[in-house]
């Protein structure tokens, strides 16, 4: 049994929730092969080829799989896919939008999101918003699957064999769509998914100048900077910085909740981070239920005196 | 321009669920029932490219058990023209799903199809996606924008790394995100108005579609509960916590 991992990338480096899938597939397959599908991405396939636990690498480069069109990347997964037992991406917003579209392709149902592997065929999956697990069977020839990055390990890197790479034909554009821009500010702090801890903020922020309170706070930690949906709503941060049911999921070592209620949507986000921490002036406010270490205060007199003890 | 929009019914996204002790599910008796709050969000933006000129008709589609009817109603009442609801008591999946809304895709022919990302009790987040592959069309996930032009939608997705813009050649699949728009909330006038509105019943024989379920759960359980926390008088103590006590901070 092979598993085809589809890898996630910038055409430069390979994004770190690959090696998690790398990991999720090895306990389903004994083979794992990495797909790199992009444009003038050697490099992304060199590091694929150093992955521990992989087995050969496939490349597919073209111009217009470049910039991580569905229906271009999808097509290229669907049409290597046939001869794997397994097929799996990240659960990120790219293996999300392309692995469903590559499993229909196939006639088989896909498995979203799984957070364990317990055979070849049956996975561990969250639902209603990671208040209940489901444990599925799926009889499909291909299981297709996206995996939780935060529920495995990552694999390693290795420095001494290199997996062979083979070059596979482009699939053609299907000329359905077109990439427009891209826009998403680049941080000199850690990524949300993967950082060892997240400092995140909720509407009781007030305003996107309070959030560089909360940076400075980040900073001295050496966090990644998280928000609630309603502070997104609310302008106070980007989209991307939302964790949530359907934001991001993190698993950080230590996340502090600040001015975040804590709504079920929220929690589905960050509840399985290894210590948490709420400040919020509402003692009934729901994040105190999960947090490890709630601190009822007001957040404007509580973040300088946090940023004084840190140090 | 047609546009077809799909609903789901489920649990209200407010209440707490609870799953049963014996593994066999959650339980859903005498639970608050739903839009998923995704579709509606489907349904709201249809409603405001048809108020703006770019529509003509709008069909709302839900699959499932009768109740589904309601819904459907409230759909109806926020703008929609039609309903078909394509019921079935059968455990219908992602995949099934898809396979209908392919057939009423078909027999509608609209230019644009609007699902919600995911439903809320699944969070499957596939079918939009599996509706594309399956019609040959292209999709634009997660959107967050939607502007049509020249038989091309132009939308914004929100992605991990921030926002894609794309453009699609319609007829197209579209998947809403949260920001995409703020429903409206539905009035009385409308509510009365939405019971003389057409809707049709068909089952997914009439469409011969095969909904046979393709995955099987085993168990479903709750997750692993967290230890009860403490509260700290300050943040002094807090800092001495998380250096000396959980040391997760230096």
């Known amino acids: 049994m092979a598993a085809l991992v589809l890898a996630e990338h910038d055409n430069r480096q390979l994004r770190s929730s690959t090696l998690n899938v790398v990991t999720a597939a090895g306990r389903m397959a004994g083979d794992v092969h990495l797909l790199v599908a992009g444009s003038g991405c050697a490099a992304v396939a060199a590091q694929a080829a150093q992955v521990a636990g992989v087995s050969k690498v496939l490349v597919a480069d073209a111009p217009h799989l470049a910039q991580e069109l569905s229906e271009c990347v999808a097509e290229q997964l669907a049409a290597l896919a046939a001869g794997y037992s ?24 896909p ?19 990671g208040n209940a697990i489901a444990t599925v069977r799926c009889a499909e ?58 400092v995140s903020g909720g509407r009781g922020l007030g305003s996107a100048e309070n959030f560089k309170l909360l940076a400075q706070v980040a900073d001295r930690l050496n966090a ?64 105190f239920q999960v947090a490890d270490y709630g601190l009822v205060a007001d957040l404007f007199e509580a973040l300088p005196q946090l940023l004084k003890e840190l140090g | 321009m047609k546009i077809l929009v799909s609903i789901k019914r489920v649990v209200d996204f407010n209440v707490k669920i609870r ?39 709008i069909v709302v589609v839900s699959c499932g058990v009768a109740q589904c009817q309601e819904v459907l109603r409230t759909a109806l009442a926020m703008g929609a023209d039609r309903a078909i609801l394509v019921q079935t008591d059968e455990e219908l999946q992602p995949l099934a799903v898809a396979k209908i809304l392919k057939a009423i895709f078909e027999r509608e022919k609209p230019q644009l199809v609007i699902l919600g990302k995911q439903a809320i009790d699944d969070d499957a987040n596939q079918t939009g996606q599996m509706l594309a592959a399956l019609a040959g069309l292209p999709q634009a996930t997660f959107a ?71 995955l099987q759960t085993l168990r479903t359980v709750e997750p692993p509960q967290r230890k009860a926390g403490i509260r700290v008088p300050d943040v002094a103590t807090l800092v001495q916590k998380l250096r000396n006590e959980a040391k997760v901070i230096s």
């Not at chain 2, 926002?163 to 728009?181: C, I, M």
């Open chain 2, 19 to 57: 799953v049963k002790s014996d593994g066999s599910g959650v339980d859903l008796a005498n639970l608050k029932m739903s839009m998923n709050p995704f579709d509606e969000i489907g349904v709201e933006e249809a409603v405001r490219l048809r108020e703006a000129g770019h529509a003509s008709e």
């Open chain 2, 144 to 214: 967050s924008k939607l502007a049509l032009a020249d038989g091309w939608a132009q939308v914004t997705r929100e992605v991990d790394a921030g926002l894609q813009t794309v453009s699609v050649k319609l007829p197209a699949v579209v998947t809403t995100d949260l920001r995409l728009n703020e429903p409206r909330y539905v009035t009385l006038p409308n509510i009365m108005k939405a019971k003389k509105k057409p809707l049709e019943t068909l089952t997914p024989k009439d469409l011969s579609v095969d909904v046979r379920a393709r």
């Open chain 1, 86 to 109: 397994h097929v799996a991406a990240p659960a990120t917003s790219f293996g999300k939008d392309v692995l469903p579209r590559a499993a229909a392709r196939h006639d088989c149902a």
């Open chain 1, 141 to 198: 020839p291909i299981k297709f699957v996206t995996v939780r990055a935060t529920s495995f390990d990552a694999a390693a890197i290795r420095s001494d064999a290199a997996a062979p790479i083979e070059a596979v034909a482009a699939v053609a554009d299907p000329g359905l769509s077109r990439f427009v821009s891209r826009e998403g500010a680049k941080l000199d702090r850690p990524e949300l998914q993967g950082a060892r801890v997240v």
């Open chain 1, 111 to 129: 498995v979203s999101d799984i957070i364990a592997v317990e055979a070849p065929d049956t996975f561990a999956r969250p639902i209603y918003a």
């Open chain 1, 224 to 287: 990644a900077l998280g928000a609630s949906r309603a502070a997104v709503d609310a302008g106070y941060a980007p989209n991307d910085w939302q964790v949530g049911q359907t934001g991001k999921i993190v698993a950080p070592q230590l996340y502090l909740a600040v001015g975040i209620s804590g709504a079920i949507q929220h929690l589905a986000g960050m509840k399985d981070s290894k210590v948490i921490v709420a400040i919020n002036k509402d003692p009934e406010a729901p994040i």
